[in-house]
C-alpha cells in the first residue's frame, strides 16, 4: 500500500494543479435512426477503477468494474422518449468493506478494511418517460437528477453505482425564468442490490427551483423538503429553503470573473427527533485566464449548539464538496468550516491527449461551533483521453492534524461511454 501511495505522490506532484476529474462524461456515437421521426440510442458505459486507501487503523485495495447497458428510443413529431437502462457492479479485488453500516450477514461487509463504498450488485439504475420540447420537460420514473452544482441533490456520479430517484419532474423556460420541480418517493442510493434496506429509502421528497438571469450571472430561490419513512434516516428529515447567485463575468477578452454566492436555512421536519435550526453559506470567486483557473472559496455547514445538530446533505454528491478523502460526507455535530484555493489547467493544445486537465486544490477544516481544527487535506488529478477511452489518476491527502487519523487515497480510472 505505501508503494501505491508514494507512486501517487510521484504522479501528481508535477501537476501542481488541479480540482474536478476526467471521465468519459460525452458519450460518442450517434443514435440510429429507425423509422420517420423514431430513433434508436443504445447506452454502454464501461468503468474500471483501482482504489487505494491507507490509513493508519485499516487499508484497502479495491479493483471494480462497472457497466451500464440500456437505450433510449425518441420519436420526434410527439417529443416523447423511453429511457431504460441497468448497472452492474463486479469486485476484482475485494479487499475493501463495500458498506459504512451494520449488515448482518453480508459478506461485503468487511469491516478489518477500509471502506470502499462500491458494493457488487446488480440494479435497474434508470426507467423513465419523458415528454420534452424547447420551452417544456415532463420526466416519470427512476431517473437521474443533478441540480445546479449538486451540493443538495445529485447523482454522485463519482461512485461506481450512482444514485438516482423514482419520481416525476418538471422543467419550464418562461422568458428569463426557468421553473424546476421534483416529487419524489424513493431515494436509489449508491449502496446497491445487497445493501438490505439501505439500497434504498422511501419517503416524500421535493425540489423546487426557480431561477432567473441577472446580467452575466444567474439569481436561483430554492426549497429542498426531506421526509424520510425509514426511522433509521429519521434525523436526515429537513426542509431548507435558499439563494444562490452563480456566473462568469468577463474583465477582458481573456480574462473572467467565476462568481458564486449562496446562503440556506435548514429546519428539521416530519418524524425528525430534533429541533433545530442552521445555516449554509458558500462563496467563491475564481480568476480564468489562458487555461489556468485560480480559485478561492469558504464553505459552512452551521451547526445548532442547543441541539447538537448540524446542517446536512444527504441528497447531495457529497464527494465534489470538502475534500475528495470523503471525510466529512456527515457534517460533524459541531458544523464545517472549508477554506479552500484551487489552481486548475486545461491544455487543449495538446493533441495527443485530447481533454488534458489537471488541477490540485488545499482544504482547511475548522468547527463552526468551538473553531476545533479538523485538519487540511490536498487533492490533485490528471485526466485525458486515448482514443475514446478516458483515463484518471487522483489522489488525496488528509491530515488529521491530531483529529481523528491521517488518509490517503489513490485512483486509477479508465472509462468508455457511447
Known amino acids: 500500500m505505501k508503494k501505491h501511495i508514494l507512486a501517487a505522490a ?42 487505494a486507501v491507507d490509513q493508519p487503523t485499516v487499508d484497502a485495495d479495491a479493483v471494480t468494474a462497472r457497466l451500464r447497458a440500456g437505450f433510449e428510443i425518441k420519436h420526434a413529431p410527439s417529443h416523447l422518449s423511453f429511457l431504460v437502462e441497468a448497472e452492474g457492479t463486479l469486485g476484482l479485488n475485494n479487499e475493501y468493506n463495500a458498506f459504512p453500516f451494520a449488515l ?11 471502506v470502499v463504498p462500491d458494493g457488487e450488485s446488480i440494479d435497474l439504475n434508470r426507467l423513465q418517460v419523458q415528454y420534452k420540447t424547447k420551452a417544456f420537460a415532463l420526466t416519470v420514473g427512476r431517473q437521474r437528477i443533478n441540480l445546479d452544482d449538486q451540493r443538495f441533490v445529485g447523482s454522485v456520479g463519482w461512485r461506481q453505482n450512482e444514485q ?20 419524489a418517493i424513493q431515494q436509489d442510493s449508491i449502496f446497491g442490490s445487497e445493501a438490505g434496506p439501505r439500497r434504498s429509502m422511501d ?12 446580467g452575466p450571472l444567474t439569481a436561483k430561490a430554492f426549497s429542498y423538503l426531506i421526509d424520510y419513512d425509514e426511522a433509521f434516516a429519521f434525523t436526515n428529515s429537513s426542509q431548507t429553503y435558499g439563494a444562490r447567485i ?31 435550526e442552521a445555516d449554509y453559506v458558500a462563496g467563491e470567486l475564481g480568476l480564468a485566464v489562458k487555461g489556468f483557473t485560480l480559485t478561492g472559496g469558504y464553505e459552512l455547514l452551521g451547526a445548532d449548539k442547543a441541539a447538537g445538530k448540524s446542517f446536512q446533505t444527504p441528497l447531495a454528491t457529497l464527494h465534489k464538496f470538502n475534500g475528495w478523502a470523503d471525510l466529512f460526507l456527515t457534517t460533524p455535530a459541531a458544523g464545517l468550516e472549508d ?39 490536498w487533492d490533485a488529478s490528471l485526466g485525458f483521453k486515448v482514443n475514446k477511452v478516458g483515463l484518471l489518476v487522483k489522489f488525496a491527502d488528509y491530515n488529521a492534524n491530531k483529529f481523528g487519523v491521517d488518509k490517503r487515497i489513490l485512483w486509477l480510472q479508465a472509462e468508455v461511454a457511447f
Open 104 to 114: 448482518p450477514g453480508s459478506s461485503q461487509r468487511r469491516p478489518g478494511f477500509a
Open 246 to 276: 452563480s456566473g462568469s463575468v468577463p474583465l477582458s477578452k481573456a480574462v473572467k470573473l467565476n462568481i458564486l454566492a449562496s446562503y440556506a436555512r435548514q429546519m428539521d421536519m416530519g418524524r425528525n427527533p430534533v429541533n433545530y
Open 164 to 183: 438516482t430517484f423514482d419520481a416525476v419532474r418538471a422543467e419550464a423556460t418562461l422568458g428569463p425564468v426557468s421553473l424546476d420541480g421534483t416529487y
Open 339 to 377: 477554506t479552500y484555493v484551487s489552481l486548475a489547467k486545461v491544455f487543449p493544445k495538446v493533441k495527443a491527449l485530447p481533454g488534458l486537465n489537471a488541477s490540485v486544490v488545499y482544504h482547511e477544516f475548522r468547527s463552526d461551533l468551538g473553531s476545533t481544527k479538523y485538519g487540511t487535506e
Open 10 to 51: 510521484l504522479l501528481a506532484s508535477p501537476i501542481a494543479l488541479a480540482h474536478p476529474a476526467f471521465a468519459a462524461d460525452k458519450p460518442f456515437g450517434d443514435p440510429v435512426p429507425m423509422a420517420d421521426g423514431l430513433t434508436f440510442d443504445p447506452i454502454i458505459d464501461a468503468r474500471i477503477r483501482y482504489e
Open 203 to 214: 419517503g416524500d421528497f421535493v425540489f423546487l427551483n426557480a431561477s432567473a438571469k441577472v
